[in-house]
């Protein structure tokens, strides 16, 4: 039951992820398209424009939700390939916690920026 809801979960982690690049992939690649709707406000990676996107509630919470998504999704799916090497069960212990430490730190860290720079009132030279 335990692997089949992880397993769940990491699908689900997929399926977030393809949600999200989508949308990312056309607000940063699609430029030309986003001009022809009228969503374009320029460069997508101008320095201003970057902050004015951060600043957006919308982005802040897809930054924060890609973050989760990507991290669950690729330290998962290491777990899979390194359980794969039949590994004793005090050694997957000790992978089940670096794996889980290090994307729980690894996510405080990204959601911080994203949170910072939220909240942040000016562009920093």
């Known amino acids: 039951m335990r692997e089949s809801t992880l397993w769940f979960w990491h699908l689900l982690a997929g399926a977030v992820i393809l949600i999200l690049l989508a949308v990312h992939m056309t607000i940063m690649h699609l430029d030309d398209l986003m001009l022809l709707l009228g969503l374009s406000h320029g460069d997508p990676i101008d320095k201003e424009i970057v902050f004015?996107?951060?600043?957006?509630?919308?982005?802040?919470?897809?930054?924060?939700l890609?973050?989760?998504?990507?991290?669950?999704?690729?330290?998962?799916?290491?777990?899979?390939?390194l359980f794969e090497l039949t590994l004793s069960r005090t050694l997957e212990k000790v992978v089940n916690i670096i794996l889980?430490?290090?994307?729980?730190?690894l996510f405080a860290y990204?959601?911080?920026?994203?949170?910072?720079?939220?909240?942040m009132k000016e562009v920093q030279p």
């Open 66 to 81: 890609l973050l989760g998504a990507a991290l669950y999704h690729g330290l998962y799916g290491l777990r899979t390939i």
């Open 100 to 105: 889980i430490v290090s994307g729980l730190a």
């Open 110 to 119: 990204g959601a911080y920026a994203a949170i910072v720079i939220y909240l």
């Open 52 to 64: 004015a996107r951060s600043q957006q509630f919308f982005f802040m919470l897809t930054y924060i």
